[in-house]
C-alpha cells in the first residue's frame, strides 16, 4: 500500500505516493527525477548514492523513503547556488579530484558534511571522513587535496 | 581534472561541470518513453546440459513484454580468438552467471520475478574449477565439440588449453647449466576484479531495422560489430552511443550484454532498460582478473648477467574465450621483463575452466607476472649476494639491448626510473625493524591501432571535434581541445567533443590497451593539422603572403612579424567550408626474430614500451599479518607527458587499485567454481583512510615511431608493479616470501609464522 | 498481506504496531542492507521507531549510563562520559562502518541485529549492560549475556520493543578497551574483536571482563582469561597468558574472511593488545581512541 508523503529535496518540497519498501535513493531518482545520486552497490559499501539527511550524510540505497517525509534531504544538485559552483566543486575540477564522476556526487556529500563540522580539517580527517567513498579512478589524492584546498580558501 | 595549458592558465575539463553538479548523465540515468526492465536468468550450475527451458509461466506473468532464449536468435557464436560462446546459453551452461534466458517486463520487480519463474530442466556435468588440473588426460571438458568452432589458426585447441604460446630465445637448458648461480620460485595469484564504481548499464531502442544503444562500455566499436554478428544485421543498422562512463578498468572491454537487450527490445517492441547490481557486476562480466599458477626459473652469472630464463605459466581462463585469448602470450612476455636476458624458455597455458571468464583487466596478466617475477628477481639478487636494485641496474634494457625475442630497443628511460624512484623514497635509508622498501619494475606496450577524426570549424569560428574515442574518466579524450587549441592557435574552451557515437565518427579502438592519446590523439592532431592546412590556404590568398609567412595565434592567421596583418579565424570559418580530417599513420610495431616461437598473438614484440619503477615503503605488523603501505614513488618512462595532471591522476588511480591487488583484493571461488564474495564488504578495494602517499615523476624521453609528439601510453603501466614493490618490500620485513596474491593478512601472518605454505 | 508503513510518535504507538505484527526500524543500516544483498526479505509490516523523542538521548547518573535506544555510534564517540568512563563502547562506536553508518546507526539496532560480530556488543557485555525491554505487559530489564541467543536471535518477543540501555557505572581506576583486527582502517566489519575492562587496587587486578566478538555464535565473556587475569600485577606474562585463555575459548569458524585457524591465533594477539590499552588506560595512561588503530603497532594513522 503505498503511502502519502512529503519529501523535501534540496529545499522543494515533493507531494509523492511511496511504496514502504522503496529506498530513498529510488524515490530520488525515479519519482523525483534527481539522477546525480548514483547506485554503486548493495551493501552500503561504496557511498556513491550519498545524500545529507538533516545535515547528516546517509547512504541512501539503505534507507526508506517513507523515514525521509518531511525531513530535509540534500543531494550533489542541491549543493550549488544557480550556476555558482561551490568551493569544494571547484576545488574538485581543478585538483584532479575528478575522472569518471561516478563517485562525485557521494565525494561532494561527504565532504561538505566533514567541512561543516571540521571547516579546518587535517589529511588524517579528511581522509577518514571520506572512507565512506569509494573511489576507483584517482587513488584518492587529487580528491583529498581538493577537499583541504576548498577548506583553506573558505576559512 | 583540470589540464594546464601552455598560456598557463587553467582549462577546465568539459565533462567537468556536469560530473560536479550532479547534471551529467550516466547510461542507468537514462530513461525512454514505454521502457520495460530486463533482467536475466542465470545458470543454476555451473556446468550442466540444459534439457529443457520452458519459460510459460513466466510469459503469462502480467506485465512481462518479452521472453528470449538462444532459439529466438540467430544460431551464432562470438568471440576474439575463438568463437565458443552464444548470447544466451545453447545446451550447455559453463560458469554460474552463464545466461539462460532475457525478461523485459514493466518494472524492475515483475521482471525479477518472471526471470525466477522459468523452468530449466538440467544435466549437471562434472564441475572443472582447476585450471592447472585442466590439462589432466582425465579432466572433465569445458568444451567437449571446441574444434568445430572459428578460431585463430595460432590458437591451440587442445583438451582444456585455448592456447599455447611461448617466447624462446637462444638455447635457454644450455646456458642455464653454464650459470653460476639458479633459482627456482613457484607464485600463485588469485582471481581479482576490476570493479568500475558504475556497475554497466544498457538501454536498447529500435527504430524500424535500426538499432540504438546506449551502454556503459569501454569499446562502443567492438559492442557495434558484436550486435551485429550475433543478430545478423548490418553494422550501419547499430547505432551504439556511450552516455557518461562510470570507468570500466577493462571490465566493460568487449561485447557485453548489448545485443541480449537489444533482442529483447525487439522481441518486445518496446526500449528495454538493463541495470546491473553490484552482485552481476561481480558475477556475470566476462572480464576479471585471471588467476595464474608461476614457476620461474633464472640463471645467473656472479656478476650479475641473466645467462638463462625458464618460465611455465598456467593461466585461468574461464569458461570463453572473449576478447582475452591473447592473456598467455602476453603473460609470458611479462615472465621475461624488461631485462637482458641472454637465452630465454617460456611457456604460457591458458586453460578453461567452469569459473566466470577472464580478460582484460588494467594491464591484463602484467601485475600478476610482474609481481612474481619482481619478487623472483630479488631472490635471484639475494643468491648472488647482489642488493636487488643493483641486479637491476645491471640487467634492465637500454637502447640498443636485445628483448626476449630480439627486439631492439631505441631510447629507453628504464634506468632512469629506476634511479629515481630510488631516489624518492630514499631507499638508503635506515628504518625500524617493521618496516621496509621494496622496489619493482615492470614494463608494458603500447597499442598502435587505427583512429580516425573530423574537426568541423563552425560558421562563428568555435569548433567541433569529432572523435571515435571513449572517455573512460581519465581525461584523455577531455584534454583532446587543448591539443587542437594549441595546434590551431585557438582556446580549447573554443572547442566541444562529440565522442562516444559510433554513428558520428570512424571507428576507434576504444578505451583500452592505453591508447586513447597514442591513436585516438594521433588522428585529432592530424585532422587539426588539416584544418591548419586549410586556414594557413585560405588567409594566404585573403593577405596575399604565402603559407609559409603565415602563423596561427589568438584565433587569428597573421602574418609573422607584423600581427597587425591577419585574418580572424571566425571569418574564414564563417565560408562555412572548414572541415578537417585525419587518421594519422599507425606506427609499425617493431620486428623481432619470433620463429621459435609457438602460438603468436600479436605480443611477440613490444612497441614504444612503456617503463616503470615503483618503490614501496611499507610497516608490517607481524603478528597479524596487516600490512600498510606508507608511500609509493613511482617513476615512469611514458614518453613525453602531453597531459601532466591527467597523467599524474592516472598513476595515483593505478597505484591504489595496485596496492589493493597486493593486499586484499581476490575473488574467492568455491568448489563448484561460484565466486563467495561477489560484494564489496569481502572484496575490498582501498579506502580513503588506506591510500598511500604518492610521489610520482616522468622520465620524458621523446620517443620514435610512438605517439604523437613522442607521447607513448600511460593508463595501465601505473599498475603493474606496485603489488611486487610491496611484496618485496613485505618479504624483506619477513625474511620470508609471500607466495600467493593478495597478500591478505591471513597469508602474511601465514608466511611470517611459517604456519602452512 | 499488503505493505504498511507507520510512524510512531509514542512508544505506546510502536508496541501497538510491533502487537499487529510489524517490525521496528530506526537507522535502517543493517536492515535494509539486508534485505538488498538477499539475506532476508524486508518485513511486510514496518514501524519506523525514529522519531520517538522518548528513545533519543545519554543520560549521564551517579549509578551510570542510561543509553536511550535511538542513540547513535556519532553521539556515542562524542560523549565525554562515555569517553572517560565507558571507553570501550567509544572504541567500538568509533569503528562502525563508516561516517554515514555512524551518523545513522543506533545502538538499539546494533544490539537487536544480535550479530556475533557487532563492535558494541562486547563492551557493553562487559560493563554489565542490560537492555530495557517494553510491551503492553509491562517494561523487564534483560542483561546483555540473556540477550543473544544465537547468531541473529534475541530473547526478546517480536511484541516487545527495546527503549533503551542501561549501564551501570564502573568503580574507579577501572580501564577498558575494544580492539578489533582491521584489514582496512575504515568500512570493516569485525573478523576478531576483544574487548577487556580491568580494574587496578594498588598494583594487582582486581576485576577483569575479557569479551570475545566474531569468535563465537554470540558475543560472549571468557572467565578462564578474567580468572587469569584476576590477581595478576598486569605484567606481559599474566597478559599473554589471559591472550591464550582467551583464544582457548573461543570457537571460530572458517569463512571468507579468514580461517578458523588464523581467527583462533587472532584471538590471542588481539586479546593482549585489548588487555594491554585497558590496563594502560586504568593506569591513567593515554591511548587513543579508536583503541584498534593506536594498537597496531602504530599502523594507524601514520600520515600527519
Known amino acids: 500500500m503505498k503511502t502519502a508523503a512529503t519529501l523535501t529535496v534540496n529545499g522543494a518540497a515533493y507531494p509523492v505516493e511511496l511504496d514502504p519498501h522503496l529506498s530513498l535513493l529510488d524515490a530520488v531518482r525515479d519519482l523525483i527525477g534527481l539522477t546525480g545520486s548514483k547506485e554503486g552497490c548493495d551493501d552500503s559499501e561504496c557511498g556513491a548514492c550519498m545524500m545529507l539527511l538533516d545535515g547528516k550524510p546517509v547512504n541512501s540505497c539503505s534507507y526508506l523513503a517513507l523515514q525521509a517525509d518531511g525531513r530535509d534531504v540534500t543531494t550533489v544538485e542541491g549543493l550549488a547556488e544557480g550556476d555558482e559552483l561551490t568551493p569544494l566543486q571547484r576545488a574538485l575540477l581543478e585538483h584532479g579530484g575528478v575522472q569518471c564522476g561516478f563517485c562525485t556526487p557521494g565525494m561532494l556529500i561527504s565532504a561538505t558534511a566533514l567541512l561543516r563540522e571540521h571547516p579546518d580539517p587535517s589529511e588524517e580527517d579528511v581522509r577518514i571522513a571520506l572512507s565512506g567513498n569509494l573511489c576507483r579512478c584517482t587513488g584518492y589524492d587529487g580528491i583529498v587535496r581538493a577537499v583541504r584546498s576548498a577548506a583553506r580558501s573558505s576559512a | 581534472m583540470a589540464v594546464g595549458t601552455s598560456g598557463g592558465k587553467t582549462f577546465i575539463r568539459p565533462d567537468g561541470r556536469e560530473k560536479v553538479t550532479g547534471a551529467g548523465r550516466y547510461t542507468a540515468d537514462l530513461a525512454s518513453t514505454g521502457m520495460a526492465h530486463a533482467a536475466f536468468r542465470y545458470a543454476d550450475h555451473p556446468h550442466a546440459r540444459i534439457l529443457r527451458i520452458d519459460t510459460t509461466k513466466a510469459r503469462a506473468l502480467p506485465g512481462v513484454v518479452a521472453v528470449v532464449t538462444q532459439g529466438d536468435l540467430p544460431d551464432v557464436r562470438f568471440g576474439g580468438l575463438v568463437q565458443d560462446r552464444t548470447l544466451f546459453a545453447k545446451d550447455v551452461v559453463r560458469f554460474e552467471g552463464e545466461i539462460v534466458a532475457g525478461v523485459a517486463a514493466l518494472t524492475e520487480t515483475a521482471a525479477a520475478e518472471a526471470a525466477r519463474l522459468i523452468e530449466v530442466e538440467y544435466e549437471p556435468l562434472p564441475v572443472l574449477t582447476d585450471f592447472v588440473a585442466a590439462m589432466d588426460a582425465d579432466a572433465p571438458l569445458v568444451h567437449s565439440d571446441w574444434s568445430s568452432y572459428e578460431r585463430d589458426e595460432q590458437m591451440v585447441a587442445d583438451g582444456n588449453t585455448i592456447s599455447y604460446s611461448t617466447i624462446v630465445k637462444g638455447d635457454a637448458n644450455a646456458a642455464m647449466a653454464r650459470a653460476d648461480v639458479v633459482v627456482k620460485s613457484r607464485y600463485e595469484s588469485d582471481a581479482s576484479q576490476g570493479v568500475p564504481i558504475e556497475p554497466r548499464a544498457v538501454l536498447a531502442e529500435w527504430r524500424g531495422d535500426e538499432v540504438t544503444i546506449w551502454s556503459s562500455t569501454q569499446v562502443p566499436y567492438a559492442a557495434r560489430s558484436g550486435v551485429a554478428q550475433t543478430l545478423q544485421i548490418p553494422e550501419a543498422n547499430v547505432r551504439v552511443v556511450v552516455p557518461l562512463l562510470g570507468g570500466g578498468f577493462g571490465a566493460k572491454c568487449d561485447l557485453h550484454f548489448e545485443a541480449q537487450v537489444a533482442a529483447l527490445a525487439r522481441a518486445a517492441r518496446r526500449p528495454v532498460r538493463l541495470v546491473f547490481s553490484r552482485q552481476e557486476e561481480f558475477r556475470a562480466i566476462a572480464q576479471r582478473r585471471e588467476g595464474i599458477v608461476m614457476e620461474f626459473e633464472t640463471g645467473a652469472m656472479r656478476d650479475g648477467r641473466l645467462v638463462a630464463r625458464r618460465a611455465r605459466l598456467v593461466l585461468d581462463k574461464g569458461a570463453y574465450c572473449g576478447e582475452g585469448g591473447f592473456l598467455g602470450q602476453m603473460a609470458a612476455m611479462h615472465a621475461c621483463g624488461p631485462y637482458v636476458i641472454e637465452a630465454i624458455s617460456v611457456e604460457s597455458f591458458l586453460n578453461y575452466s567452469n569459473r566466470q571468464p577472464s580478460g582484460s583487466v588494467r594491464a591484463p596478466t602484467a601485475p600478476q607476472v610482474c609481481w612474481g617475477l619482481e619478487q623472483h628477481m630479488d631472490e635471484v639478487a639475494r643468491e648472488l649476494g647482489l642488493d636487488p636494485v643493483e641486479l637491476r641496474r645491471r640487467t634492465l634494457i637500454e637502447r640498443g639491448a636485445e628483448g626476449p625475442t630480439r627486439q631492439v630497443f631505441d631510447e629507453i628511460g628504464v634506468k632512469q626510473t629506476l634511479e629515481r624512484a630510488v631516489e624518492m623514497i630514499r631507499y638508503d635509508r635506515d628504518l625500524p625493524e617493521d618496516e621496509a622498501i621494496g622496489v619493482a619494475v615492470g614494463w608494458w606496450p603500447s597499442g598502435p591501432a587505427p583512429s580516425g577524426a573530423y574537426i568541423h570549424l563552425n560558421g562563428d569560428g568555435s569548433g567541433t571535434i569529432v572523435t571515435g574515442a571513449q572517455e573512460n574518466g581519465s581525461g584523455a579524450v577531455m584534454a583532446m581541445p587543448t591539443f587542437v587549441g594549441e595546434e590551431l592557435g585557438m582556446e580549447p574552451e573554443s572547442f566541444t567533443l562529440l565522442y562516444q557515437d559510433t554513428a558520428a565518427a570512424n571507428w576507434d579502438m576504444g578505451s583500452c590497451g592505453s591508447q586513447t592519446t597514442f591513436n585516438s590523439g594521433r588522428a585529432i592532431l592530424a585532422a587539426a593539422a588539416d584544418v591548419r592546412g586549410q586556414l594557413l590556404d585560405a588567409a594566404a590568398a585573403e593577405l596575399e603572403v604565402d603559407r609559409e609567412d603565415l602563423e596561427l595565434a589568438e584565433g587569428q592567421v597573421r602574418v609573422k612579424g607584423s600581427p597587425d596583418r591577419s585574418v580572424s579565424i571566425a571569418d574564414i570559418a564563417g565560408a562555412g567550408t572548414i572541415h578537417g580530417k585525419g587518421s594519422g599513420d599507425v606506427p609499425e610495431v617493431p620486428a623481432g626474430d619470433t620463429g621459435g616461437c609457438v602460438g603468436r598473438l600479436g605480443s611477440e614484440t613490444f612497441a614504444a614500451p612503456q617503463l616503470i619503477t615503483q618503490a614501496a615503503h611499507v610497516k608490517v605488523d607481524r603478528e597479524t599479518g596487516v600490512v600498510r603501505v606508507l608511500k609509493v614513488a613511482a617513476a615512469h618512462d611514458s614518453g613525453v607527458i602531453l597531459n601532466r595532471m591527467g597523467a599524474d591522476g592516472q598513476v595515483t588511480g593505478g597505484v591504489v587499485m595496485g596496492l589493493g591487488l597486493a593486499l586484499s583484493e581476490g575473488t574467492v571461488f568455491d568448489d563448484d567454481g561460484r565466486q563467495r564474495n561477489p560484494h564489496l564488504l569481502d572484496y575490498k578495494l582501498v579506502t580513503c583512510s588506506d591510500a598511500p602517499e604518492i610521489e610520482i615523476d616522468w622520465v620524458q624521453i621523446p620517443t620514435e615511431n610512438a605517439g604523437p609528439r613522442g607521447s607513448k601510453g600511460v593508463g595501465e603501466p601505473p599498475q603493474v608493479p606496485t603489488a611486487a614493490a610491496i611484496a618485496n618490500a613485505v618479504a624483506k620485513v619477513l625474511g620470508r616470501r609471500v607466495r600467493q596474491l593478495p597478500m591478505t593478512p591471513e597469508r602474511v601472518w601465514a608466511a611470517s609464522a611459517e604456519v602452512g605454505s | ?304
Open chain 3, 1 to 304: 498481506m499488503t505493505r504498511t508503513f507507520t510512524t510512531a510518535a509514542t512508544v505506546e504507538d510502536a508496541i501497538e504496531a510491533l502487537g499487529s505484527g510489524a517490525r521496528p526500524i530506526a537507522g535502517g543500516t543493517d536492515l535494509v542492507v539486508g534485505a538488498r544483498q538477499g539475506k532476508a526479505s524486508l518485513p511486510e509490516a514496518i514501524v519506523a521507531i525514529d522519531r520517538i523523542a522518548s528513545l533519543g538521548g545519554i543520560v549521564e547518573g551517579e549509578d551510570g549510563l542510561r543509553l536511550g535506544a535511538l542513540v547513535t555510534h556519532e553521539e556515542i564517540v562524542a560523549n565525554d562520559v562515555v569517553r572517560a568512563r565507558f571507553t570501550a563502547l567509544a572504541d567500538a562506536s568509533a569503528i562502525v562502518g563508516s561516517h554515514a553508518t555512524r551518523a545513522h546507526g543506533t545502538i538499539g539496532g546494533n544490539v537487536m541485529n544480535a550479530s556475533p560480530a557487532m563492535d558494541t556488543g562486547g563492551p557493553l557485555l562487559c560493563f554489565d549492560a542490560s537492555a530495557r525491554i517494553r510491551s503492553t505487559w509491562g517494561e523487564r530489564e534483560v542483561p546483555l549475556d540473556q540477550l543473544w541467543t544465537g547468531p541473529g536471535t534475541t530473547a526478546v518477543d517480536p511484541r516487545e520493543l527495546l527503549v533503551g540501555i542501561d549501564v551501570p557505572a564502573p568503580i574507579p581506576a577501572t580501564g577498558s578497551s575494544y580492539v578489533r583486527l582491521e584489514y582496512r582502517r575504515q568500512m570493516e566489519i569485525a573478523v576478531v574483536g576483544v574487548t577487556a575492562v580491568v580494574r587496578l587496587d594498588g598494583g594487582s587486578i582486581a576485576d577483569a571482563r575479557v569479551a570475545i566478538t566474531a569468535l563465537a555464535p554470540t558475543i560472549r565473556r571468557v572467565p578462564d582469561a578474567e580468572a587469569v587475569l584476576i590477581g595478576s600485577d598486569g605484567a606481559a606474562d599474566g597478559i599473554a597468558a589471559a591472550a591464550r585463555a582467551t583464544a582457548a575459548g573461543s570457537s571460530p569458524i572458517d569463512d571468507v574472511r579468514g580461517s578458523a585457524a588464523y581467527r583462533a591465533a587472532m584471538a590471542e594477539v588481539i586479546a593482549g593488545r585489548a588487555i594491554s590499552a585497558a590496563l594502560a588506560r586504568a593506569r591513567g595512561e593515554h591511548v587513543e581512541i579508536p583503541a584498534s588503530s593506536s594498537t597496531y603497532a602504530g599502523l594507524g594513522g601514520a600520515r600527519a
